[in-house]
């Protein structure tokens, strides 16, 4: 985690260091992510008063082992506070890596840094944080991100990152699969059919997440009576830009 010169080193997983055979596939001159802004533009003739962004990114360390990155950081816009500052001024920017097994969900390590805080006292919250280990991210982890570090137990702006980073942890169950297909693991359009429980890992952590995966939903209950799964709207539409066949697609 690159950190500012006052704050205290974390060791970083060897695997979690980008090599060129961790990286192939993406290394082809683009981006690998879009970094277009996600807001509409501003608002003419309103006056902007404070930006806040989350980031977090996940990274396979190995097959049974991720790494999950996560920031918030808060800014006020030049001139707000003094009217000579020509510079945005960031209030608060802490980081948070968490450590995960696969495809467990135990977190098995935890790092928090405070890079920016109002307060002299806000870096003593820190150590309790490790208190993250042993937590399952798969079930029941915004209720007891809440109970640990809520209020004040924590701090109130890395307890909300932690909330955003969970369901990261989560969407790399079908990342990891399509991970092992893309490292040539298993072929792209494998023949075999899926064993029921092998359909059932496919989407029993999405379960009750939101209306869709409503445990009495329809989705559900498709999936239950062994229907299949329907492919994501953004994967579809890229098929459909590149020329290419959707029929060996796995979920993934």
């Known amino acids: 985690m690159a950190k500012a010169s006052d704050s205290s080193a974390c060791v970083i997983p060897a695997g979690a260091r980008s090599t060129p055979a961790a990286r192939s596939g993406y290394d082809r001159g683009v ?17 902007v008063l404070h930006d806040r962004e989350y980031r977090v990114r996940a990274y396979r360390v190995a097959d049974d082992q991720l790494l999950i990155r996560g920031a918030v950081r808060d800014q006020k816009p030049p001139g707000l506070y ?33 890079e920016t805080y109002p307060h002299t006292s ?5 150590d309790h944080y490790h208190q993250l280990v042993g937590l399952s991210i798969a079930r029941g982890f915004t209720n007891r991100v809440r109970e640990l570090f809520g209020g004040p137990r924590g701090c109130t702006h890395t307890t909300a ?17 399509a991970s092992v297909t893309r490292r040539g693991m298993v072929p792209a359009a494998d023949p075999r059919p899926l064993s029921s429980e092998q359909r059932q890992a496919l989407w029993r952590s999405n379960l009750n997440t939101c209306h869709v995966w409503a445990e009495d939903g329809e989705q559900v209950a498709r999936f239950r009576a062994g229907g299949e799964l329907e492919m994501p709207l953004a994967i579809r539409r890229r098929y459909n830009e590149l020329g290419l066949d959707p029929q060996g697609h796995r979920p993934g």
């Open 31 to 47: 981006a690998i992510f879009a970094s277009d802004p996600i807001l509409p533009p501003d608002p003419d003739n309103l006056e």
């Open 82 to 114: 003094l009217a000579e500052d020509p510079d945005p001024l960031t209030i608060h920017h802490m980081q948070v890596e968490l450590e995960v097994a696969f495809p467990s969900l135990e977190i098995t390590g935890a790092e928090v840094v405070f």
């Open 122 to 126: 806000c870096p003593s919250i820190v």
């Open 161 to 177: 990152l932690l909330l955003a980073m969970g369901p990261v942890a989560v969407r790399c169950s079908w990342s990891m699969q």
